[in-house]
């Protein structure tokens, strides 16, 4: 396809699809951990440049007014750098909030170009919320990290949004042996005391060629010893914190954490709280909690804490959600839809997933119950080696490798084989542009993609 049309595919698909309009693949950080450092050759990922404003223009009709607008994240294929770097940037996004007076907008940024003025204006342009990519609070390893020339900038930031009224939350990255759980909370302490509401910390997926680069310890008990100390950190953490990706070995909805004088802490709820109901229906999962709260007012939780079981009325509205905050786990669309093959499953079943995501497919397994035998296998990624774990990184050939691994260690063929969808775009083809029916006829099996 011609690149060109190609661009202007995944611009409007990602703000059509996911509300996300991008602006620029520029950027003014040369991040260690950045994942454009992952452009192998023949990768098929595009760049988008100022000069295409044109094309972010007429994206804009492709906003829902009925979902947050996001702006300076990646959805597509399409490599997303620092928003603030476009020169059009303010005039962009007056014309987002002249064609949605009352979205909510949320623009994440490294901070680095966050000065006065730009934050007065963003002010003007209510609601509207900044997740800044702050990774560390002092300017000195800010700027080892990031090769930021502007660290001073971005570490004033927390303060200059607060001073602002600009509603922000932080986010940090976490690396073995380079950015620990300890510094990562130092971090999200001095945002908490600006004002943050919450924190994410990105435990950094790094291809080989980066612990190369890097000259970085790529041993995989160093990223679960870092996983045990987030764990502890964030029970102690002054604000919600939730991982990315997280370490789930379970769906049961843990609360990960409360907004300080939300609903559901005047409530009593509690980090660590299991949710098991929530009004008359029974929880599943974090994703299905997640959705329960996002649609009711004044609802009762039924919680776990320890042995016992407590409720909590939560009295919430649409302008004071109910203050839970949830690790991601697997998506309810995907749950439902994996629940539903399990139940219909014509004979032994290979699912292949994520590294992450293996132990929640397995519950969701044991769980139905099926008569069927099912079989989790968790695909590794090939191409990128090193800790690189997230589905939407994963080729054909890495499912073909465990597909070929597990149908060598059964006796009874599979019937079928299911797929995560993420790595494969709206024509079904992966990185590199291959099908993932070639999965199928490579493991002689039919394949659905989840
Ligand atoms: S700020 Fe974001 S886009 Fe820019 S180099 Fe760092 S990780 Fe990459």
């Known amino acids: 396809m011609d690149p060109s049309e190609r661009l202007r595919q995944l611009v409007l698909r990602s703000a059509s699809a996911h509300n996300v309009l991008p602006l620029t693949s520029a950027c003014n950080a040369r991040c260690t951990f950045c994942s454009h450092s992952l452009d192998y050759p023949g990768l098929d990922v595009q760049r988008l440049y100022p000069r295409d404003v044109e094309l972010v223009r007429q994206a804009l009709a492709f906003l829902s007014p009925e979902r947050k607008v996001i702006i300076g994240e990646s959805a597509t294929r399409l490599i997303e750098g620092e928003p603030l770097t476009h020169p059009q940037f303010l005039e962009i996004l007056r014309q987002v909030r002249q064609r949605l007076p009352e979205t909510p907008i949320q623009v994440t940024t490294n901070g680095s170009l966050l000065t006065k003025h730009v934050a007065a204006q963003l002010r003007r342009l209510a609601p509207l919320s900044v997740s800044l990519s702050l990774n560390s609070h002092e300017p000195h390893v800010r700027r080892q990290l990031m090769r930021d020339a502007q660290a001073e900038v971005a570490v004033r930031a927390p303060r200059l949004l607060a001073e602002h009224g600009l509603p922000f939350e932080v986010s940090v990255v976490a690396v073995p042996g380079v950015v620990a759980a300890a510094s990562a909370f130092q971090t999200i302490e001095y945002a908490g005391g600006h004002g943050a509401r919450r924190a994410k910390v990105y435990v950094a997926g790094c291809s080989a060629a980066m612990f ?202 599979f019937a079928a084989v299911l797929l995560p969808a993420e790595p494969f775009d709206e024509a079904g083809l992966d990185l590199l542009g291959r099908s993932y029916l070639e999965v199928c006829e490579r493991l002689e099996t039919p394949v659905t993609l989840l």
């Open 212 to 413: 190369a680069r890097n000259g970085w310890d790529a041993s995989p008990g160093r990223w679960d010893a870092l996983y045990d100390d987030l764990e502890l950190g964030r029970l102690e953490c002054s604000i919600p914190v939730t991982f990315q990706p997280p370490r789930l070995q379970s769906l049961a909805a843990e609360v990960a954490g409360v907004f300080p004088g939300s609903p559901a802490d005047v409530a009593g709820v509690r980090p660590g709280d299991v949710i098991t109901r929530v009004g008359s229906k029974g929880i599943k999962s974090r994703s299905h909690a997640h959705y329960l709260l996002g649609r009711s007012e004044s609802v009762a939780l039924e919680v776990l804490r320890g042995p016992q079981r407590l409720t909590a009325l939560v009295t919430q509205d649409t302008d004071e959600p109910s203050g839970v905050v949830l690790d991601e786990d697997l998506s309810l669309i995907r749950l439902t839809a994996l629940e539903a093959r399990l139940r219909q499953a014509p004979g032994p079943l290979l699912v292949l997933t994520s590294l992450p995501a293996a132990a929640l497919v397995q519950c969701a397994v044991a769980r139905a119950r099926t008569k069927a035998g099912v079989t989790v296998v968790p695909a590794r990624s090939g191409l990128f080696g090193g800790t690189i774990a997230c589905a939407g990184l994963l080729i054909v050939e890495d499912f073909v490798a465990a597909g070929q691994t597990a149908c060598a260690s059964t006796a009874e063929p």
